[in-house]
């Protein structure tokens, strides 16, 4: 399987996103994707939410990086355990820069509230986007950014779309534990399909499956979810990662 994924042609339309619940390893509820996808270069990072490190406020555990990227949406978020008296921890300078570094600036706007143990959806392609990527039979480029790096490919021979996914060094750098990964939701034409399995693994592990079948012209949405224990500076804490794509698979 990792010749394939080697192989695999990178989907221009690719969304990461990382997200932690507020405690636990709670697992996302996949949430079926919304129709449609940007065509924008891959070049074209959008990020939204600007705010800068320093300016963090006092009282904040969870800190969350969204941008656009190519046809896809990149969030990352990181929740710091809490003090034994319930409060956030005070972050020191060199945790900052460390936050900074995982998640790059722009970074730490509020996350959106969440109860404790919620089940966090995966992000999904914005309905604002103009349409799929293309995903085209025997071309082999890939796509990455600070998050990680996503292979696929429409094996047409096969009728199939072989992917794979590897967390980024940046990333993997505070993660402390095992990653859990829930398995590929994907939907084929709005159908939904079933879900590949799931892994415990370590983090540089290289994550991949196989979506099948696939044919010419079919509509390919399909996104993961994973979580796993951080510490930033001295502060323990829990991330997850989820990422969507939505492609057209092409001859």
């Given at each position: ?7 695999t ?14 405690t636990?390893?709670?697992q996302?509820?996949p949430?079926k994707?919304?129709?449609?996808s ?14 800068a ?10 800190f969350?990086?969204t941008?656009i990227?190519g046809s ?9 355990d809490?003090?034994?008296?319930g409060?956030?921890?005070a ?8 936050l900074?570094f ?10 959106s ?5 919620a089940?966090?959806p995966?992000a999904?392609p914005?309905?604002r ?9 025997g071309?082999?480029p ?6 990680g ?6 094996n047409?021979?096969y009728?199939?779309i072989?992917?794979?996914f590897?967390i980024s060094?940046?990333?993997?750098s505070?993660i402390?534990?095992p ?8 939907w084929r034409n ?34 993961d ?6 510490r ?8 997850s990662?989820?990422w969507?794509?939505?492609v057209?698979a092409?001859?």
């Amino acid at each position: 399987m990792l010749k394939t994924v080697k192989n695999t042609t990178v989907i221009s339309a690719v969304a990461l996103a990382l997200a932690a619940p507020a405690t636990g390893t709670a697992q996302a509820a996949p949430a079926k994707p919304m129709p449609g996808s940007t065509g924008q270069s891959a070049s074209a990072a959008a990020p939204v939410h600007p705010d800068a490190a320093g300016d963090a406020p006092a009282g904040r555990r969870t800190f969350t990086s969204t941008s656009i990227r190519g046809s896809g949406r990149s969030t990352l978020r990181i929740t710091l355990d809490a003090r034994r008296d319930g409060s956030a921890p005070a972050l020191t300078s060199s945790e900052r820069k460390q936050l900074d570094f995982v998640l790059g600036k722009p970074w730490a706007v509020p996350a959106s509230a969440a109860p404790a143990g919620a089940r966090v959806p995966a992000a999904a392609p914005d309905a604002r986007r103009r349409g799929p990527a293309i995903l085209r039979c025997g071309r082999n480029p890939r796509w990455s950014d600070t998050n990680g790096t996503l292979h696929a490919r429409f094996n047409c021979l096969y009728s199939t779309i072989n992917w794979g996914f590897r967390i980024s060094r940046r990333v993997q750098s505070v993660i402390t534990g095992p990653v859990r990964e829930r398995g590929v939701s994907w939907w084929r034409n709005g159908r939904a399909m079933p879900r590949n399995a799931g892994h415990v693994v370590g983090k540089n592990y290289l994550f991949h499956g196989t979506l099948k079948p696939v044919r010419h012209d079919d509509l390919v949405q399909f996104q993961d979810y994973m979580t796993f224990p951080v510490r930033i500076g001295g502060r323990p804490g829990v991330g997850s990662l989820s990422w969507a794509a939505s492609v057209k698979a092409k001859r």
